[in-house]
């Protein structure tokens, strides 16, 4: 409990919205995603002044601090339970700063999907995950592979600035020219070390796309997924697909589902990329069609009464071994469901140090999602993560964006030693009280 004379004189300086439990709006305020939360209070900001004084406020009044971006931490990171929430829903901006050298400036609160609706109006976007509701700051600052990643890289890759609030309440702008080493840490560093409150990219040509899904039989699987892979290793670099063994499910027969993106509104050269694909296994369904690219982003709803344990991993060569495991291990009944995402192309051009994203010399990653009951046991856990165990020695690192836990090996699979090393030190030097520690959590060096 926060007390409410501390809060009256903060309002005196905030001009954002302040909720409290007995608010109206606490209810979905105080949620991330699926996870239900009871923070002492939740605060708003409407610009970054505001946030420097939600900072400074949350320090002196709470142990816990969570940042709420679009808040699909799967972790829950974007709540808790007795702390403040800083959500930046407000800070939600979306402009073309130069339409000549795309230069657009967005709000870290943002939602991808209607950055790519807006973005659209004037021929541009910015590859940028998978479904509409995502935020801006939480999947920026982890990295960003989406559905042009192949073509134009990771969302950080057409980062050139950022607007931060240290945990000291300074406003600073990060980029190659300021601030250079912090701009080299928010690239895949995540929320450690400040709240970014504003980001400027540098937006990609784009009007429409071919995308849509195939939807193969899952009979023959190993086979099926050999092929994908060896028709990815020749494919234009305009496509990227992502492909998905699912059990039988709902009533449901086992299938496997294609999702497809080639990022260009030529049609014979989209022909010939997607074709291959469609002669690699038994196609029961092809949606595949010309769409603006924000039609790509869909909304994402877990079943009900269930809960994904998630795993992920980065895989450098996706060998026959690592197929035969994968095949053997999907497509019956209560087994995971895979994400089988190609990148590569752009993303492995960047040197692995150029940016805290390090695992850029990868061929596919892999998402593995084990259903568990809600209020799952760690017999449970370990039930649903059985196969994923057999998939680890194939594996050389991990995606901060798509995990359902945060513990220290979770942050080791994400950043190697040297990465770590780096990002510690710029770490103790923009929060050294690690005030920002609700995240893939990096100790100030010396800690």
Known sequence: MIDKHAIEAFRKDFSGEIILPDDSRYEQASTAYIFKGSPAIVLQPRHSGDVSFAILFAQKHSPVISIRSGGHSGAALGTNNGGVVIDLSLINTIEVLDKTKRLVRIGAGSRWGSVALTLGE??????????????????????????????????????????????????????????????????GGGGNFGIVTHFEFKANPATTVHAG???????????????????????????????????????????????????????????????????????????????????????????????????????????????????????KEGSPVLQLRSIGGAMNRVPAEATAFAHRDSEILIVYAGLAPMNATQSDIDRVSASWKTMLPFITGSYVNFFSTATAKDVAAAYPVATYERLAKIKKKYDPQNVFNRNYNVKPAGN
């Open 122 to 187: 004037h021929g541009l976007a910015i590859s940028s995950g998978d479904t509409v509701s995502v935020g801006v700051g939480g999947l920026t600052l982890g990295g960003g592979i989406g559905w042009m990643v192949r073509k134009y890289g990771l969302a950080i890759d057409a980062l050139v600035a950022a607007e931060i609030v240290t945990a000291d309440g300074r406003i600073l702008r990060a980029s190659k020219s300021e601030n250079e080493d912090l701009f080299w840490a928010l690239r």
């Open 213 to 331: 899904m195939i939807i193969y039989s899952a009979d023959g699987l190993f086979d099926l997924i050999k092929q994908w892979r060896d028709c990815m290793r020749n494919a234009s670099e305009d496509l990227t697909t992502t492909l998905v063994p699912f059990p039988p499910m709902m009533g449901n027969p086992a299938m496997v589902m294609l999702m497809c993106c080639f990022a260009g509104n030529d049609d014979s050269a989209a022909k010939k990329a997607i074709d291959p694909l469609l002669k690699i296994g038994t196609v029961l369904q092809n949606t595949i069609k010309e769409k603006p690219y924000a039609e790509v982003l869909e909304e994402a709803h877990p079943p009900a009464g269930v809960t994904f344990v998630v795993n992920n991993g980065f895989v450098r060569s996706f060998s026959d071994d690592l197929v035969q495991i994968i095949a053997g291990a999907c497509c």
